[in-house]
C-alpha cells in the first residue's frame, strides 16, 4: 500500500507553512493530484480561474498536455491572491524570493520541513505522498477510477487500481463500520429457531 495521510495529519500539513505561497502548494498538489514537477512547470496562463481548471503542459506521457480540474473556492481565492498584479501569462506560477522559478527540489525541502514541523513520519514527508492521499481520498468519496485515471495522467488504469488496495487500518475501519454477525449470534439464533420447530 502506498503511504497517504491520514484526515488529522492532512490538515495539520495544510495549517503548516506560514507563507501564502508555500500553502497552496501543498493545497494544489492534493486538490488536483498533479506531480511537483508538473506544478513547478505551471505558468500564470495554465491557470484558468474562471473555468476552473489547470492546464498542465508539461504533462508526463502526454504531449498535449491535461486538464485538471479546479474546483475549491478557498484554493482559488488564494490563487488570485497570490498572483496579484502580475500579468505575463508566461511568467511561472510559482516563484521564489528572487522571482526566479521554483524548483522542484526547493518544493521538496520545504514540504520536507513542514511535515518535520508537525512530526510526520519521514516516508510521509515527500510531495508524491500529497498524490496518493488525493487518489485514496478521490476513490472513497466515490469518484470512479476512469476519470481518476485521467486526472493523474496514467497510462493505464491498471496503475490507478493500485489506489483501490486498501491498508490494515482502512480495513479495520470498515470492518468496524460493518461488522459481520458474530457466530455465537449466529448459533443461537439457529438454535432457537430448530428447538421452536421442533
Given amino acids: ?14 495549517e503548516a507553512p ?17 506531480r511537483v514537477g508538473e506544478l513547478t512547470a505551471l505558468t500564470i496562463g495554465d491557470v484558468d480561474l474562471e473555468s476552473g481548471e489547470i492546464t498542465i503542459q508539461q504533462a508526463k506521457r502526454h504531449a498535449e498536455g491535461r ?18 498584479t502580475r500579468k505575463n501569462r508566461r511568467d511561472s506560477l510559482f516563484v521564489s524570493n528572487k522571482r ?17 514541523s508537525i512530526g510526520l ?13 488525493h487518489a485514496v481520498y478521490a476513490l472513497k468519496s466515490g469518484i470512479d477510477l476512469r476519470t481518476l485515471q485521467q486526472n493523474l495522467g496514467h497510462s493505464s ?12 487500518d482502512d480495513r479495520k475501519e470498515q470492518y468496524s463500520k460493518h461488522p459481520l454477525p458474530s457466530v455465537g ?13 421442533e
Avoid: F
Fill in 18 to 34: 506560514r507563507r501564502m505561497r508555500d500553502r497552496l502548494i501543498i493545497k494544489l498538489l492534493y486538490e488536483t493530484g498533479m
Fill in 157 to 168: 488504469i491498471e496503475v490507478t487500481a493500485i489506489y483501490l488496495t486498501m491498508d490494515i
Fill in 100 to 116: 526566479s522559478p521554483l524548483s522542484r527540489r526547493q518544493v521538496e525541502r520545504m514540504i520536507s520541513k513542514c511535515g518535520e
Fill in 67 to 84: 486538464k485538471v480540474p479546479l474546483v475549491n473556492s478557498w484554493t482559488k481565492s488564494m490563487l488570485r491572491d497570490y498572483v496579484g
Fill in 1 to 14: 500500500m502506498r503511504k497517504y495521510l491520514k484526515q488529522d495529519e492532512l490538515k495539520a500539513l495544510l
Fill in 185 to 197: 449470534d449466529a448459533e443461537g439464533t439457529r438454535s432457537s429457531s430448530v428447538a421452536e420447530e
Fill in 121 to 133: 513520519d519521514k516516508d510521509k514527508r515527500h510531495p508524491h505522498v500529497l498524490r496518493h492521499t
